[in-house]
């Protein structure tokens, strides 16, 4: 082969490799798990849900979904999130296959220490996983499935965050744990957290919430979801609390979407001095 010759295959493969490169390993699914430890999740609760994940990947009810696609494998990052200045990612990018690559994901979860905010901004969080997509993966399809036990009160309101990431191709499911308690510093909770997850945070083709009753149940609400999520189905019955006070609905029967916002206001008027 001339000189030429052997010089345009080099070029070629080259090319080839980083256009692969730029294309990233095709999976089934890139998954961001965005997780909330505001201010309303004490150490015990932050716990819980850590434990959640972890027995999840750990389950081979999860790893015969992942196994199950066309590809079979999934991406998937770990993070956890509170005020709009407080995301940080616990694991990047790992590639989950198998119970082996699945088991190693759950323990080094498992290993690393859990991040504790203040307020909640589901906003700031949407706006955080967005920009990790793409970077290392081709996904059929990119999902953020975002956990929390309270609506956005800080930062910029969630609706236009969630309207970007949908416009980015970026499906966004819920996951609401009910908890009817009063927050530690006094701000009273929404009780229709999962309607506002429904009508304000989730979005996008095939988009679906799962409720947790309580922390203590949520590991199985977490099993439940990421089987739906992996395998692309949504779940038969979406679950919705009824209540027979609903100040926070407007006309249309829809959740307030600044809910969280007007009750840190209502906190604010109460408690500061007149």
Same mark, same amino acid.
């Given at each position: 082969m001339r000189l030429s010759g052997i010089i345009a295959a080099i070029l070629l493969a080259l090319s080839w490799g980083d256009l692969a490169r730029a294309a990233g390993e095709p999976v089934d699914l890139e998954l961001v798990l965005a997780v909330d430890v505001s201010g309303s999740v004490d150490a015990v609760e932050a716990r819980l849900q850590r434990e959640g994940y972890v027995a999840a990947f750990r389950d081979p009810e999860v790893v015969r979904a992942i196994r199950s696609g066309m590809v079979g494998r999934i991406a998937v990052l770990y993070f956890e999130w509170a005020s709009q200045h407080e995301s940080r990612v616990v694991l990047d990018w790992q590639v989950v296959a198998d119970a082996g690559s699945a088991t190693?994901?759950?323990?080094?979860?498992?290993?690393?220490?859990?991040?504790?905010?203040?307020? %909640?901004?589901?906003?700031? +969080?949407?706006?955080?996983?967005?920009?990790?997509?793409? $970077? $290392? *993966?081709?996904? %059929? $399809? $990119?999902?953020?499935?975002?956990?929390?036990?309270?609506?956005?009160?800080? /930062?910029?309101?969630?609706? @236009?965050?969630?309207?970007?990431?949908? +416009?980015?191709?970026?499906?966004?499911?819920?996951?609401?744990?009910?908890?009817?308690?009063?927050? %530690?510093?006094?701000?009273?909770?929404?009780?229709?957290?999962?309607? *506002? *997850?429904?009508?304000?945070?989730?979005? /996008? @083709?095939?988009?679906? *919430?799962?409720? +947790?009753?309580?922390?203590?149940?949520?590991?199985?609400a977490v099993k439940r979801k990421l089987v739906l999520e992996i395998a692309g189905r949504m779940p038969t019955v979406q679950h919705a609390q009824l209540y027979p006070e609903r100040p926070m609905f407007d006309a249309e029967g829809r959740v307030d979407c600044l809910a969280g916002e007007k009750l840190l206001e209502i906190y604010r008027r109460r408690t500061e001095p007149n």
């Open positions: 190693a994901f759950a323990d080094r979860l498992a290993s690393e220490p859990v991040l504790r905010g203040r307020r %909640t901004s589901i906003a700031a +969080a949407i706006d955080f996983a967005v920009p990790h997509f793409g $970077r $290392r *993966y081709e996904g %059929t $399809r $990119r999902v953020i499935d975002l956990s929390g036990d309270g609506p956005n009160n800080d /930062g910029a309101p969630v609706v @236009p965050a969630r309207d970007r990431a949908v +416009a980015a191709g970026i499906v966004i499911n819920g996951l609401p744990i009910i908890n009817e308690r009063q927050f %530690t510093w006094g701000l009273p909770n929404l009780k229709e957290l999962d309607l *506002y *997850y429904r009508d304000c945070v989730i979005g /996008g @083709p095939g988009a679906f *919430y799962i409720v +947790a009753e309580d922390f203590e149940s949520f590991a199985a």
